[in-house]
């Protein structure tokens, strides 16, 4: 009852006042220590004499299951709810039981002296619903802590992070449960990170929009920001920023703009993957004071540091739509980086409801990317080039009547005969099975030692993660490439090749993860064999060189088609895959991108809408 759970609470505080432990050891997992939620912690920065407290918000991708209706994430990032009631739905995120997610937390600071993740949660106890959180470090991900024994209440999880699991300027935390039984609920999910360093706190990026002009492609692109210092109006989202509304001399909707304090400095940087790059201009719907009381600058990152590029105008309260050039060499690393900040922190604030990154390339998108002849692959097997045409269908009767490059199909099923057919109408064929996975219904499932075999596919009934540390795999894969090679296959599909950031049932390490891939690279060379790298986003940069092509599941949904350009870089093809988007909503980008991808079902049948 709401009553057992309360005089539950009212014990375990009284523990901690009392400084004796809250459990034992359960099932031979470590549980985090437990701080109950402060009444008036409300996630926003903390200042001491000697240190910076920031609380970090998330960049977040699923890798399974899914959040309740109409939610954001944009909600975790301040603590709301207290209590056993759930509160309002829109300011929590309500997780599903199959959930698997990644929260990428950049951490910019100097001097970092201590990090704690910060997690308001309401749901199962541990006992019948464990939630897990992990920390990647350079050893993998390790686990750090779990939800508490109060059941159904909200508790703020105070979980301590290693500092050294600042990798590359971001901390990766993991959160998964170990079973399907129960949903979770999360209001805050934040790190907070002690320095001597200014602080910071990131919001989501958002999809760029695209128009054809006389002079080629105009593209606007929507930042992802870090609030240096300051903040913004209560209840407002910089998602607002991406789609103008205002005119005239009235603020307007609250939520369809956002108020910067008077000492606001943000970080904003966009995206730009634009080849042929004609001119940039940043565009921003501004309403503020006049320049001469407060200039409120903008400065663009340059290799030689941050240099001024515009301002605000003379016009005083009135919607003024800014455009100030930014210079082609502010594109550093396929990103421009634009700081904002007013010239004195004490007089006025402003408000702006649009702010966008406008690239112009000096080329008309192509209704298809351009074709680019192959190179010739050194060592005698297909390498094929970005913008490949392809069809992929692991279930039902094969349809080989459409009039794409290369078929993906899978090698089990498929006979030789089939194959022959594809290569008598000059197709390519990739042959699909799974690497890093068993699965009970494959011929060779018996052959899998019983300890290699780990826990299950969460949402894949019969497939289990394997121990690809194990050398009794190698012989079993060798296996798989031989019938592929015997068959004919012109490629092979290894999927399921990132069980290092997946809840596998083995300590898999990044390196450990990285030996396999690149033996299925070599093994797979070695016969003759093109190799797609599927998915494995978080290791692309290491395995580019090894592998000719990408298989990617859903990079358009989850805002991390960026992090395959490495592939197009080398014009190796990205093969994608949308389940959840139709391809009037992903088409314009991952052409412009020189991406091959496809909507498709989730049960891979002969369903296809390809981009034209």
């Not at 003379?314 to 210079?327: F, K």
Request: aromatic share 10%.
């Amino acid at each position: 009852t709401a009553l057992q759970r309360r005089l539950l609470l009212l014990l375990l505080s009284a523990l901690l006042v009392w400084g004796i432990p809250l459990f034992e050891d359960v099932d031979s997992n470590e549980f985090s220590e437990l701080s109950l939620p402060s009444l008036d912690s409300q996630g926003e920065e903390e200042v001491d004499e000697t240190a910076t407290v920031t609380d970090i918000a998330p960049e977040v991708s699923a890798s399974s299951g899914h959040i309740g209706d109409s939610q954001s994430f944009n909600a975790l990032s301040t603590k709301h709810a207290s209590g056993s009631d759930a509160g309002d739905w829109q300011q929590y995120v309500e997780f599903s039981s199959d959930f698997v997610g990644i929260f990428a937390f950049p951490v910019t600071q100097e001097g970092v002296s201590s990090i704690k993740l910060k997690v308001n949660f309401r749901g199962p106890v541990v006992t019948w619903q464990p939630w897990i959180f992990s920390v990647k470090t350079s050893a993998g991900y390790e686990k750090i802590g779990s939800n508490s024994y109060v059941g159904w209440e909200w508790v703020l999880l105070s979980i301590p992070v290693p500092t050294s699991a600042v990798i590359d300027g971001k901390v990766h935390i993991k959160m998964s449960a170990t079973n399907q039984k129960d949903v979770c609920q999360i209001d805050q999910f934040v790190l907070e990170v002690t320095s001597d360093g200014p602080a910071n706190t990131p919001y989501p990026t958002h999809n760029p929009t695209e128009k054809q002009s006389e002079t080629g492609v105009e593209t606007s692109l929507s930042p992802e920001v870090l609030i240096a210092g300051g903040h913004i109006g209560d209840y407002q989202r910089f998602s607002a920023l991406s789609t103008q509304h205002a005119t005239g001399s009235g603020a307007g909707d609250w939520e369809q703009y956002v108020e910067f304090s008077n000492d606001f400095v943000g970080i904003f940087t966009f995206p730009v993957l634009e080849r042929g790059i004609a001119s940039i201009e940043l565009k921003v719907n501004f309403r503020g004071p006049v320049v001469t009381w407060q200039a409120w600058n903008f400065f663009v990152k340059t290799s030689a540091g941050y240099q001024k590029v515009g301002s605000n105008s003379n016009v005083g309260w009135q919607w003024v739509l800014l455009t100030i050039s930014v210079p082609l060499s502010a594109v550093v690393d396929r990103k421009v980086t634009i700081k904002m900040s007013a010239s004195d922190p004490k007089r006025d604030v402003c408000q702006i409801d649009y702010f966008v990154l406008h690239v112009i390339s000096d080329a008309p998108a192509p209704e298809t990317p351009s074709p680019t002849p192959s190179p010739t692959a050194p060592k005698g097997w297909w390498a094929p080039s970005a913008g490949l045409t392809w069809q992929i269908q692991l279930k039902g009767t094969l349809d080989l009547n459409f009039d794409v490059e290369a078929f993906d199909i899978d090698l089990f099923d498929t006979p030789k005969s089939i194959i022959d057919t594809l290569h008598a109408r000059k197709k390519k064929v990739i042959c699909y099975f799974s690497a890093g996975s068993s699965e009970t219904w494959r011929s060779d499932f018996s052959k899998f030692p019983k300890e290699v075999i780990g826990f299950p596919l969460e949402g894949w009934p019969g497939e289990n993660w394997l121990d690809v540390r194990s050398a009794a795999l190698k012989p079993l894969m060798t296996a798989r490439m031989d019938i592929a090679k015997a068959k004919g296959c012109d490629a092979v599909d290894t999927d399921n090749v990132d069980g290092f950031i997946n809840d596998s049932g083995f300590p898999l390490t990044s390196s450990d993860q990285l030996k396999y891939n690149k033996f299925l690279a070599a093994e797979a060379h070695k016969r003759g064999m093109a190799i797609a790298l599927k998915n494995d986003l978080a290791q692309v940069e290491e395995l580019v060189d090894d592998f000719d092509f990408q298989v990617n599941e859903q990079c358009f949904q989850y805002k991390e088609c960026h992090r395959l350009q490495p592939f197009i870089d080398q014009n190796k093809p990205v093969l994608g895959i949308e389940y959840e988007h139709p391809a009037t909503e992903f088409c314009s980008d991952t052409t412009k991108w020189h991406f091959s991808t496809l909507e498709k079902k989730w049960d891979l049948g002969v369903f296809r809408v390809a981009c034209k």
